[in-house]
């Protein structure tokens, strides 16, 4: 086992030092179960500023939330316990749902509002005149939790996210140079489309990220706009290159060498502009090389062929890479002068795609609710049906562990694993209950017998690798000190209350198993059929999103099957799957979409080819072959009118979509012929 670093040190004596002033101001000011406001100061810490700022103050939101829910529906439902479990089922589901429709920190509200309800309500059935009162005491304890972890951790040597943030986005845009690098140069090394892949699941990644930005204690937060904008302009090259990258590759099958190496020298140096310091403008440069891709293009006439228009469509996504790259480079130092405190006023307000336009699905959130609500409500049966004093423990552990890892796809091995290390914390939670807490009678002693156990399983939180197993070895020795009242335990109290933890454990993973268990597979094909779905929507025309919006979407998609493709394993329906291909669909359809006004003529083709991509994308995964060489036929009509509609530059970008279009979705078919007698 590797020796604690000075950063893990430092957040682990960060943690306990907040930990123990909560605990503190709790025994100074009365407040009945200050153990409360030990576990929230450890639920909210994080390594990083920013997040305990933000984690703080949505899991303060979500107390006040779930505390008024208490108050209102307890005193009115007390007399009917079941009707009053119903409810609490009902509302702890319907707070998960919305939750998990909300990909930002503040899900984590709406998640608290829910479960807070259960451990605050299940506990005090007993005792529903003093509701109130155990409300206020309980908001109170974690309030003062998130308190202690805010002020300790944004004061005493903070950790800004900032910088971490902003390697993060360097080394995203150092991965971007290496593909754009491997794309445009044949003998560099080609990566695997999992590499492709990741990267766009770094972005969304970043993106989530980014969201704890304002939080953040470093001059970072001021460039979120930049920020966000630089991570748009990364979701929008993925298409572009995966495009540029499989337009070479047309080109060198059709065997236009000669074509090739005219683009050659221009390939070259569009790799040199990407890998120039990044202290440089570019914007010269930039203009300079869509000068030469502009005479580079072949002119646009209906005698066109298919090896001219791979180069129309080559033309217009090296004109687009460009922008990117220029866009890129003057965001990131936009970025480092907002550092310093420099930032130009109108990148302030740049405009931006909202974390809300990600992938949503609503089956699944649907899906988590419903098992939730069932766990809760068979662990309500049970404890009404056997009179279990110390039963309420197992609705509200079966409540915290369905929410809390709602996110994943098979949710039992998290849960079991969270199961099994609160049953090994068993043994030390009674040697501080029974033990050591009635030997302790004053502040100093209890710091000193709590020090060694909570300062190593600090360092164990701080490490990635050993979160997992750390925090619910602590959550329940924290929990047991809080729910268990410390100055009238006993053994039977402690091995009730244990015995009611651990049977909401088990009801959590055997609900979860029956009712929302899937696996990487299944959840993958219902990304590649939400992909599939908006597509056939925008064929229709119902909902056409902005470029930026529907990159974002997709490349979030694709960065979601990532792992499950790795995990799916010979599935060979999966692994024919290319998501990227989808990507550089959508991202044609919805140029061509915005441009269809201005085609005039050629407008009266492009209708029905929109309707038999809708009807594609409506169908897949199956294939029917005829609608297939319909498609086809239609696409190639599309090619020939726009080929002899108005030399403009919307004829230019329509051509240029349907072409990726046609490569897209039928890569082996023959080649395009200009016109039907030469096709004859």
């Known amino acids: 086992m590797n020796l604690p670093t000075r950063s893990e040190i430092l957040f682990s004596v960060k943690s306990f030092a907040a930990a123990m002033l909560s605990v503190y101001v709790s025994m100074r000011i009365g407040l009945p179960r200050p153990f409360w406001a ?41 007399n009917s316990p079941e009707l009053l479990s119903l409810v609490l089922a009902l509302w702890i589901a319907g707070c998960l749902y919305f939750s998990l429709l909300d990909r930002t920190p503040r899900s984590y509200m709406l998640m608290l509002g829910g479960y807070t309800a259960g451990l605050i309500a299940f506990p ?126 047309a080109l060198r ?23 120039s310091p990044k202290d440089v403008a570019i914007d010269a440069q930039g203009a300079a090389l869509r000068q030469r891709i502009d005479a580079l293009e072949p002119k646009v006439d209906d005698t066109l062929g298919w090896t001219g228009m791979i180069e129309v469509n080559l033309a217009a996504r090296l004109r687009r890479l460009i922008e990117i790259c220029v866009e890129t480079r003057a965001l990131r130092q936009h970025i480092d002068a907002g550092v310093h405190g420099r930032l130009p006023e109108a990148v302030r307000h740049l405009p931006g795609v909202p974390v809300s336009a990600l992938h ?12 939730a609500a069932v766990a809760v409500l068979a662990c309500c049966a049970f404890w009404i049906l056997t009179g279990w004093p110390s039963g309420a423990a197992a609705p509200m552990m079966t409540a915290v562990l369905c929410c809390f890892f709602s996110t994943q796809d098979d949710p039992v091995p998290f849960i079991k694993t969270f199961m099994w290390y609160s049953i090994y914390a068993i043994p030390l939670s009674a040697l501080y209950l029974l033990g050591i807490l009635p030997a302790v009678h004053n502040f100093e002693s209890f710091v000193l017998a709590c020090a060694p156990t909570f300062l190593a399983l600090g360092v164990f939180l701080a490490r990635p690798s050993t979160f997992g197993r750390a925090m619910p070895f602590l959550f329940a020795i924290c929990g047991t000190l809080a729910m268990i009242d410390t100055h009238n335990a006993d053994m039977v109290s402690f091995v009730n209350s244990t015995l009611a933890q651990v049977v909401g454990y088990i009801a959590a993973a055997v609900t979860t198993s029956v009712f929302r268990r899937v696996g990487a597979g299944w959840t993958a094909r219902r990304l590649l059929k939400a992909g599939w779905s908006e597509l056939s929507r925008m064929g229709t025309g119902e909902r056409v999103p902005s470029l930026p919006e529907f990159s974002a979407r997709m490349v979030d998609r694709v960065g979601q099957l990532t792992p499950r ?49 809708s009807r594609h994308f409506a169908l897949r995964p199956r294939v029917d072959a005829g609608c297939e060489l319909s498609l086809l036929d239609t696409l190639d009509n599309a090619l020939r009118a726009i080929c002899a509609g108005e030399r403009d530059a919307a004829q ?24 039907l007698a030469t096709a004859i």
Request: hydrophobic share 50%; charged share 20%.
């Open 124 to 249: 005090a059935v007993n005792e529903p005149a003093a509701i109130f009162d155990i409300v206020l005491a309980r908001v109170e304890e974690i309030l003062l939790g998130i308190t202690c972890a805010t002020v300790v951790h944004s004061l005493v040597l903070p950790q800004p996210f900032g910088p971490m943030l902003v390697a993060r986005l360097d080394n995203a845009v150092r991965d971007a140079q290496h593909w754009i690098r491997d794309a445009l140069n044949p003998a560099g090394d080609t990566r695997s489309a999992s590499d492709r892949r990741k990267l766009a699941g770094d972005i969304t990644e970043m993106r989530l990220m980014t969201t704890h930005l304002p939080f953040d204690t470093s001059h970072l937060r001021w460039t979120e706009k930049a920020v966000n904008a630089l991570q748009e302009r990364l979701a929008a090259f993925v298409p572009i290159v995966s495009g540029v990258e499989d337009r070479l590759t």
């Open 565 to 613: 493709l790795a995990l799916a394993g010979k599935d060979q329906d999966l692994q024919a799957v290319d998501a990227l291909r989808d990507l550089r669909i959508g991202l044609n359809m919805t140029l061509l979409q915005s441009v269809r006004a201005r085609l005039g003529r050629g407008d009266a083709a492009v209708g029905p080819l929109m309707k038999q991509l």
């Open 652 to 675: 230019r970008e329509a051509l240029a979509a349907l072409t990726g279009m046609r490569r897209d979705l039928f890569p082996k078919a023959a080649a395009y012929q200009p016109s």
């Open 38 to 78: 030990m576990m929230t100061a450890y639920i909210c810490a994080a390594p990083f500023a920013g997040p305990v700022r933000s984690k703080g103050l949505y899991r303060a939101g979500g107390t006040v939330l779930g505390a008024i829910a208490v108050t209102f529906l307890v005193p009115r439902l007390i």
């Open 360 to 371: 949503l699905d609503r089956g699944m959130a649907l899906l988590s609710a419903f098992a």
């Open 253 to 275: 099958e059709l065997g236009a060498t000669e074509v090739s190496e005219r683009w050659h020298a221009l390939l070259r140096d569009v790799v040199a502009l990407t890998e």
